[in-house]
């Protein structure tokens, strides 16, 4: 994790890319990759500012807000999202997905 930091700031200062344009495979191509996999402390990048991590919000439309924030619609689309925000989550949608789904969306830059 020390590496990747240290990385990470040179990349996003170098080419300018905000912290929300960090995503993992996982994110990029839901059923198809798993890294970098449920352990991977995305927290700590985001308290860095390396990264983004979700403030709780209302709940609103888990498929819309997922949409919005970048992920495919696929079958597979809230596994990666639980596996990169709530790793032990498993079941149906519920309204903590909701609600971080919800908080992503609206800390979103609008473009």
């Given at each position: 994790m020390n590496a990747l930091e240290k990385l990470l700031q040179g990349i996003l200062h170098r080419w300018s890319i905000p912290p929300a344009g960090?995503?993992?495979h996982s994110d990029m191509a839901p059923g198809r990759?798993?890294?970098?996999g449920p352990r991977f402390d995305w927290r700590r990048l985001a308290l860095q500012g390396l990264s983004v991590w979700p403030e709780p919000a209302?709940?609103?439309n888990l498929a819309t807000d997922l949409a919005r924030i970048g992920y495919p619609d696929t079958p597979d689309t809230l596994a990666a999202f639980r596996l990169r925000?709530?790793?032990?989550?498993?079941g149906p949608a519920d309204d903590?997905?909701?609600?971080?789904?919800a908080g992503l969306d609206a800390a979103r830059p609008i473009a």
């Open positions: 960090v995503i993992a990759k798993i890294d970098p209302v709940p609103g925000f709530r790793p032990n989550a498993s903590i997905d909701r609600s971080l789904a």
